[in-house]
């Protein structure tokens, strides 16, 4: 018998779906979702995910081993389709029998998904329209992440608020949709949950947990910053690809600045091509992030956080985060119900 018996119905599809306890997914976070947060969510009844970023296939081989090591429960591994070694990294999950594949950070390059479903696993990918999500439903992935743009790190240009106006009436009756961006608290959980998502996925409330490995200064960031804090990177010249990111203001924001005019003289001066400039930026932050978070450099490095970082106050188990969602996602079902 479930503690949160409304919440748990309106979450069954979901968990169902990811194996787990609740439809609670801890996003994958690059540096922050390695084997001690990845297995500590899975094992209070969450579903982590490790995020690959850009490990070689060797490393992501030795993370799943480990976060096996500390839990029995199912996890998944979040993969960047524009890493270079792509299908090499599938194929370590498959040797694995990893059961669930997040595609992440673009258009699944051709044969991923069915490279994926190949070893029987499921495959969960992201998509900024309807039409692309169809597509890609068509194509055999199993479920669609919405994340808006007040989540942390990279980000679209819609608000969740919005994008789950759109997405979940037209595909949660049929699909598994889980909805990202900006969830602090239980309450808004309920909200999606009602409009049809099939469960959430969190990152930041999670990224300054008792057992996340990021530094304690990227953590005290986190604790002293209000929602307004968390801004989106701006893009200083239209040709330059560069997808906007949301951290925390800091000396860091300017340095993404100059880095941008840099790459864009590099173009000009015709020593980078478009491909190579988009790398160099992914670059940029890969490394800001990590000063961030493994150095607890906040001054120059990259502290990516959503706008619900205003909402994380202290340090708290994992157990206790996901226990206090779902006390205030059941309390909020309740109080409709009472008015029904
Ligand atoms: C520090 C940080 C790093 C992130 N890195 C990744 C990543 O490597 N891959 C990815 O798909 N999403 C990444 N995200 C997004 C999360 O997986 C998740 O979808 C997002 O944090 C949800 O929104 P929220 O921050 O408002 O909870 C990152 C988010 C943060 C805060």
Same mark, same amino acid.
């Given at each position: 018998?479930?503690?949160?018996?409304?919440?748990?119905?309106?979450?069954?599809?979901?968990?169902?779906?990811?194996?787990?306890?609740?439809?609670?997914?801890?996003?994958?976070?690059?540096?922050?979702?390695?084997?001690?947060?990845?297995?500590?969510?899975?094992?209070?009844?969450?579903?982590?995910?490790?995020?690959?970023?850009?490990?070689?296939?060797?490393?992501?081989?030795?993370?799943?081993?480990?976060?096996?090591?500390?839990?029995?429960?199912?996890?998944?591994?979040?993969?960047?389709?524009?890493?270079?070694?792509?299908?090499?990294?599938?194929?370590?999950?498959?040797?694995?029998?990893?059961?669930?594949?997040?595609?992440?950070?673009?258009?699944?390059?051709?044969?991923?998904?069915?490279?994926?479903?190949?070893?029987?696993?499921?495959?969960?990918?992201?998509?900024?329209?309807?039409?692309?999500?169809?597509?890609?439903?068509?194509?055999?992935?199993?479920?669609?992440?919405?994340?808006?743009?007040?989540?942390?790190?990279?980000?679209?240009?819609?608000?969740?608020?919005?994008?789950?106006?759109?997405?979940?009436?037209?595909?949660?009756?049929?699909?598994?949709?889980?909805?990202?961006?900006?969830?602090?608290?239980?309450?808004?959980? /309920? +909200?999606? %949950?009602? =409009?049809? #998502? !099939?469960?959430?996925?969190?990152?930041?409330?999670? *990224?300054? @947990?008792?057992?996340?490995?990021?530094?304690?200064?990227?953590?005290?960031?986190?604790?002293?910053?209000?929602?307004?804090?968390?801004?989106?990177?701006?893009?200083?010249?239209?040709?330059?690809?560069?997808?906007?990111?949301?951290?925390?203001?800091?000396?860091?924001?300017?340095?993404?600045?100059?880095?941008?005019?840099?790459?864009?003289?590099?173009?000009? /001066? +015709?020593? %980078?091509? =478009?491909? #190579? !400039?988009?790398?160099?930026?992914?670059?940029?932050? *890969?490394? @800001?992030?990590?000063?961030?978070?493994?150095?607890?450099?906040?001054?120059?490095?990259?502290?990516?956080?959503?706008?619900?970082?205003?909402?994380?106050?202290?340090?708290?188990?994992?157990?206790?985060?996901?226990?206090?969602?779902?006390?205030?996602?059941?309390?909020?079902?309740?109080?409709?119900?009472?008015?029904?």
């Amino acid at each position: 018998m479930t503690a949160y018996p409304k919440s748990a119905a309106l979450m069954a599809r979901g968990a169902a779906f990811l194996g787990s306890e609740h439809a609670i997914l801890c996003g994958a976070m690059s540096w922050v979702s390695e084997r001690n947060l990845v297995s500590a969510i899975s094992n209070a009844g969450g579903f982590g995910v490790i995020a690959c970023g850009a490990m070689t296939p060797d490393l992501l081989d030795a993370e799943i081993t480990a976060t096996r090591g500390l839990t029995d429960r199912p996890f998944g591994v979040n993969l960047i389709t524009m890493h270079p070694m792509l299908f090499d990294l599938i194929a370590v999950t498959a040797r694995h029998g990893v059961s669930h594949v997040v595609l992440a950070g673009g258009i699944p390059p051709k044969g991923s998904i069915e490279a994926i479903k190949a070893f029987g696993a499921k495959v969960v990918v992201f998509a900024p329209t309807i039409a692309l999500a169809r597509k890609l439903f068509r194509s055999g992935a199993d479920a669609l992440v919405i994340e808006g743009s007040e989540a942390g790190g990279h980000i679209g240009p819609v608000s969740t608020g919005v994008l789950a106006q759109e997405f979940l009436p037209a595909l949660a009756d049929e699909h598994i949709v889980f909805v990202a961006g900006g969830i602090g608290r239980g309450e808004a959980m /309920a +909200g999606y %949950l009602e =409009m049809g #998502a !099939a469960g959430v996925q969190l990152g930041t409330r999670f *990224a300054a @947990a008792a057992e996340s490995i990021a530094h304690p200064d990227f953590k005290k960031a986190f604790f002293r910053a209000n929602a307004r804090d968390a801004i989106a990177s701006v893009q200083v010249d239209p040709r330059l690809p560069v997808i906007p990111v949301r951290a925390l203001k800091n000396k860091g924001t300017e340095e993404f600045t100059a880095k941008q005019i840099e790459v864009a003289q590099a173009i000009d /001066a +015709g020593t %980078l091509d =478009m491909t #190579a !400039a988009q790398l160099e930026i992914e670059h940029f932050w *890969a490394g @800001a992030l990590r000063r961030a978070v493994i150095d607890g450099d906040v001054e120059h490095g990259s502290v990516m956080a959503g706008q619900s970082v205003g909402l994380v106050t202290a340090e708290l188990p994992v157990a206790t985060i996901i226990a206090n969602l779902l006390g205030e996602c059941e309390t909020a079902l309740d109080k409709r119900l009472q008015f029904a």
